[in-house]
């Protein structure tokens, strides 16, 4: 038994056609991993664009949530990591999906091993633009001026800054210039400095990676893992008795 950590699937963007197949494609996935694991954790972006107001969610995604919900019912144990582009959530997908929903990155543990799992946006040096917007979106006084928005109006602005966002980010997410120019890698190297994790696992990256993390001095080692995406890699991590492994769905 092992558990399944995949990412940034971004469904509704960039358009409904190439959307609804990355979505039929992913769904294969859940049913396989769904027979098999302990767990799955959904590690952010799943959806391009997400808001939740007291009465409305945003439509799209329909068979996604539905197969979700089934897997909480059959008895997986399913966990909700909020990332970038589907932070604004006031209960919909823990009530209605029955999933645990986190906000911030978490300790999980399997087969005696230790991991630190989260989507990853905000953390690591540089960045401070974005770290400011994040402070800013995630404030309540912002998420309470923006839902008084009708959700047609909402959902066009939200939708429309989420597909700029990953517009002016394709370019540094398909290159990788080496372990030192990787943010994340060094946010790993700083925590593992001061506590022992086997792994880190994160998305937001949409680049698949499997690097080691030593500290300065030497003293600890650990492997950073990113998840990738569903766009382009068709990515995951699975974590069994062995350790933390980077797969290619086909």
Request: with cysteine.
């Amino acid at each position: 038994m092992a558990l399944h950590f995949a990412s940034d699937l971004h469904l509704g963007a960039p358009d409904a056609t190439s959307s609804r197949e990355r979505e039929r494609v992913f769904l294969t996935w859940l049913e396989e991993i769904g027979r098999k694991g302990d767990a799955l954790h959904l590690v952010g972006d799943l959806i391009d664009f997400w808001f939740e107001w007291r009465h409305v969610v945003p439509k799209g995604s329909v068979r996604l949530l539905g197969k979700v919900a089934e897997l909480v019912d059959g008895g997986l144990d399913v966990h909700w990591h909020l990332g970038n582009h589907d932070m604004w959530t006031r209960g919909y997908l823990a009530d209605e999906l029955g999933v645990q929903v986190h906000t911030d990155p978490i300790e999980v543990h399997h087969a005696g091993r230790r991991y630190l799992v989260g989507h990853g946006d905000g953390l690591g040096p540089g960045d401070r633009k974005y770290k400011a917007l994040k402070k800013l979106f995630r404030h309540p006084a912002a998420r309470w001026a923006f839902a008084r928005l009708h959700p047609d109006t909402a959902f066009g602005i939200g939708a429309r800054m989420s597909r700029d966002s990953r517009s002016a980010g394709s370019e540094a997410e398909a290159h990788f210039s080496g372990p030192e120019g990787e943010w994340l890698l060094h946010h790993c190297r700083e925590v593992l400095t001061q506590e022992h994790y086997d792994g880190f696992i994160f998305g937001h990256r949409h680049l698949p990676l499997d690097l080691e993390v030593v500290t300065a001095d030497g003293a600890r080692t650990s492997r950073y893992l990113n998840c990738g995406d569903w766009i382009t890699h068709r990515s995951y991590v699975t974590v069994d008795e062995t350790g933390a492994h980077l797969r290619y769905w086909k």
